[in-house]
């Protein structure tokens, strides 16, 4: 396991936010709408970087999938929103590298 902060671990990258409270309805859904396009928009680019850090790997001679990798983020999901983490982080997995057996 890397130390906190070294290039491999996942624990420090960690952003702390707060909802703000709102007054209507409209003005909630309208900012979940807004969280919704930038999570689309990030997992477009986490999906595109991990492709290219899995061809890398290819390139090397070195296998696509990192288990060990996978289980820091997943726990690091785990971490931060429980149960329902985890199956996100699988998800998010899953749609970025394809099925694990490939
Ligand atoms: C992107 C990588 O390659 C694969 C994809 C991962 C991911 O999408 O987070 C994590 C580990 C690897 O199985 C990596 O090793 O960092």
Redesign the pocket.
């Known amino acids: 396991m890397p130390a906190p902060g070294a290039p491999g671990d996942v624990a420090h990258a960690r952003v702390v936010s707060t909802a703000p409270t709102i007054s209507s309805i409209a003005e909630g859904r309208g900012l979940i709408d807004d969280i919704d396009a930038q999570l689309r928009a990030l997992l477009t680019n986490?999906r595109d970087?991990?492709s290219q850090?899995?061809s890398l790997?290819q390139v090397e001679g070195g296998p696509?999938?990192?288990?060990a990798?996978?289980n820091r983020?997943i726990a690091s999901w785990a971490d931060e929103l429980g149960p329902r983490g985890v199956e996100i982080a699988l998800a998010v997995?899953t749609l970025?590298?394809g099925a694990a057996s490939q």
């Open positions: 986490r970087l991990s850090i899995q790997r696509r999938i990192e288990h990798r996978e983020i997995l970025c590298r």
